[in-house]
């Protein structure tokens, strides 16, 4: 797997995020990771890094959560003694003295946000003092939501941004709109209730496109079918540990489970002992939803025993766009894809100050408490 950022960010010396390959030729001071996905995590679990962070005193920094699962998924123990977990808001960091050059320590303040994107994911908001650094590792946010983000405002208004590290992976005309996912998993657990009332036989196997992120679905299928999720003894190992986190997720065997399979006709034999008869396969993704509309539905049948739901956890084409635009940063870097602001008439006040965004009064308190915290 290539890593989706280059890890450097330049307007701090020393400072990486979300890559830890090559450590011994990055002379660096600081790693900030924003959630575990493998694409961001390459040379993690290096011997390379782990010497290096002994050599250097080098810490690295994410979120609780995130801290736990790097402890989860460890092969040497020596690396939790060089992860430092992180509560969202503000923080002070100071970086080591490089004795060899000299080089003095270095301090400044890193401030935790909401990032959207999976359990444990957050962005990094860079404070130098004399500049603001903005790194969104993946992350989803709806245009009317961006107001609510205090840490990107002040007096009510955005602050300003000096550079703008970006997750450009749905930047691309095909991916221009994403339904909401809350509207997309409404949708998902209309589909689930019918086909369960068939027959004592039917059972619904969910495949997702990455190991974590869909936390939000299994709690939502738990709080209206008040049927828990199975998944199998790897996942449940690290769930069990935050069971007020995924409470709709169990080690027992029941109706839905969380399935390997990549096809709705292969055997569930390598997920489950009790195998039923009936199935709806369930595959949520967001790759394959291109030219999606507000007026089509985000689920579809693609077999009489297969249900597709767009579950998009990165942000869409125009979603990204409103969010450059919003925030009218003086320098853009996109990953993995270039934002080219050349092409974009962009940082017009008038087009924010006359694009009007609905904010909803109402916000799904258990989604963000999983998404956010």
Same mark, same amino acid.
């Given at each position: 797997m290539k890593s989706s950022f280059h890890g450097k960010i330049d307007e701090i010396p020393g400072v990486y995020a979300d890559n830890f390959e090559n450590a011994e030729h990055q002379n660096a001071r600081a790693y900030f990771l924003s959630h575990y996905h493998t694409d961001h995590i390459q040379g993690l679990h290096s011997r390379e890094l782990i010497e290096v962070l002994i050599k250097n005193n080098v810490t690295i920094y994410a979120t609780e959560l995130t801290a736990a699962i790097i402890n989860d998924n460890k092969n040497d123990e020596r690396i939790m003694k060089h992860v430092k977990g992180l509560k969202m808001g503000s923080t002070l960091i100071t970086l080591p003295r490089i004795q060899e050059n000299n080089t003095p320590e270095f301090c400044f303040t890193v401030t935790l946000i909401p990032a959207g994107h999976c359990a444990g994911s957050t962005m990094f908001l860079f404070s130098t003092g004399s500049s603001n650094i903005l790194f969104t590792g993946d992350f989803r946010i709806n245009e009317s939501d961006l107001p609510k983000y205090k840490q990107l405002h002040n007096n009510e208004k955005p602050i300003k941004i000096d550079a703008l590290y970006i997750d450009t992976t749905f930047l691309n005309t095909k991916y221009d709109y994403f339904p909401k996912r809350s509207e997309s998993v409404e949708k998902m657990l209309y589909e689930i209730k019918k086909w369960l009332n068939l027959n004592e036989m039917s059972a619904i196997a969910l495949h997702t496109s990455a190991k974590y992120g869909y936390e939000f679905v299994f709690n939502e299928i738990y709080k209206h079918l008040n049927i828990k999720v199975y998944v199998g003894s790897e996942r449940w190992r690290f769930y069990s540990?935050?069971?007020? *986190?995924? !409470?709709?997720?169990?080690?027992?065997?029941?109706?839905?489970?969380?399935? +390997?399979? @990549? #096809?709705?006709?292969?055997?569930?034999?390598?997920?489950?002992?009790?195998?039923?008869?009936?199935?709806?396969?369930?595959?949520?993704?967001?790759?394959?939803?291109?030219?999606?509309?507000?007026?089509?539905?985000?689920?579809?049948?693609?077999?009489?025993?297969?249900?597709?739901?767009?579950?998009?956890?990165?942000?869409?084409?125009?979603?990204?766009?409103?969010?450059?635009?919003? *925030?009218? !940063?003086?320098?853009?870097?996109?990953?993995?894809?270039?934002?080219?602001? +050349?092409? @974009? #008439?962009?940082?017009?006040?008038?087009?924010?100050?006359?694009?009007?965004?609905?904010?909803?009064?109402?916000?799904?308190?258990?989604?963000?408490?999983?998404?956010?915290?």
């Open positions: 540990t935050i069971p007020h *986190l995924v !409470p709709g997720v169990t080690n027992e065997e029941t109706k839905i489970h969380l399935c +390997r399979n @990549r #096809s709705e006709n292969a055997s569930h034999k390598s997920c489950i002992q009790q195998c039923y008869g009936n199935y709806l396969f369930i595959h949520l993704s967001a790759m394959k939803w291109q030219h999606c509309k507000e007026e089509i539905c985000s689920v579809r049948n693609e077999a009489s025993t297969r249900l597709d739901v767009c579950f998009a956890t990165h942000c869409s084409k125009a979603e990204l766009e409103y969010f450059v635009d919003y *925030l009218k !940063p003086n320098k853009v870097v996109g990953f993995p894809n270039e934002f080219n602001v +050349r092409k @974009r #008439s962009i940082f017009v006040d008038k087009e924010i100050v006359n694009k009007k965004v609905k904010v909803d009064k109402k916000v799904d308190k258990i989604m963000l408490k999983l998404m956010f915290e």
